[in-house]
């Protein structure tokens, strides 16, 4: 049950990642509104595809409405590497002391300005793209204490603004950590035969009747 259960609550990650990467950044900025239902999560879901849309569609929401009230700055100044290889794109960065170091599943903007928000960014019209984290490195700086790490990230696909003048202005801004939506489920199978007695799942079944349940909050803080 553990396996399958853990499976359904990745999926919706990857689609999110694909998702957010495809769109234009200008619309994100600017609250287009967004090519998808937005539902209210249910208690209950009858089939998988259920499921893995209702949740789809919450954080996507939650990026949506966030994306300026959340917006944290984690790097110490415009000084921030960008590269390629073959595994993906390289952001280098300088986390100061106090801020948090990026998770992999983050969603974050990376920014050729210091823009402070939303309005900013789309009047200076600077390069900005939104990045998917695919994995983190860290290291500390023995010198002051402070955290030194990388990244590989997907890039956004439809930028916004123009090229930066010079290589390496750019700002890693913070917009949401999908991290937070990992939560406890438990998937139970509604059997007829038992006088309606759910039992839970022990292997991989037909979805038509299943029941998912959800045990736990969701929240948009660590």
């Not at 967004?34 to 949740?55: H, L, N, R, W």
């Not at 801004?173 to 035969?193: A, D």
Request: with cysteine; net charge negative.
């Amino acid at each position: 049950m553990a396996l399958l259960a853990g499976k359904m609550l990745h999926k919706p990650k990857q689609y999110l990642a694909e998702e957010v990467l495809s769109w234009s950044v200008h619309d994100i900025l600017i609250q287009k509104s967004p090519p998808f239902m937005v539902e209210t999560i249910p208690t209950e879901f009858k089939t998988g595809v259920d499921y893995s849309k209702a949740f789809h569609n919450l954080i996507l929401l939650e990026i949506w409405h966030n994306i300026c009230s959340a917006m944290d700055d984690i790097s110490s100044g415009m000084d921030v590497e960008v590269s390629e290889n073959r595994s993906g794109f390289i952001i280098k960065l300088h986390v100061a002391k106090g801020k948090d170091c990026p998770n992999k599943g983050d969603i974050m903007l990376l920014s050729s300005r210091e823009s402070k928000s939303r309005d900013q960014i789309l009047k200076d019209d600077g390069l900005c793209t939104i990045v998917v984290v695919k994995n983190t490195t860290l290291w500390y700086e023995q010198s002051d204490n402070s955290k030194r790490g990388w990244m590989t990230v997907s890039l956004s696909k439809l930028p916004h603004g123009g090229n930066p003048s010079q290589e390496g202005l750019y700002r890693v801004i913070h917009l949401e950590n999908l991290s937070t939506y990992e939560c406890c489920w438990k998937v139970q199978l509604l059997s007829s035969k038992e006088d309606g007695q759910r039992k839970e799942i022990t292997g991989v079944r037909p979805l038509e009747n299943l029941l998912f349940y959800f045990f736990g909050n969701i929240s948009t803080n660590d």
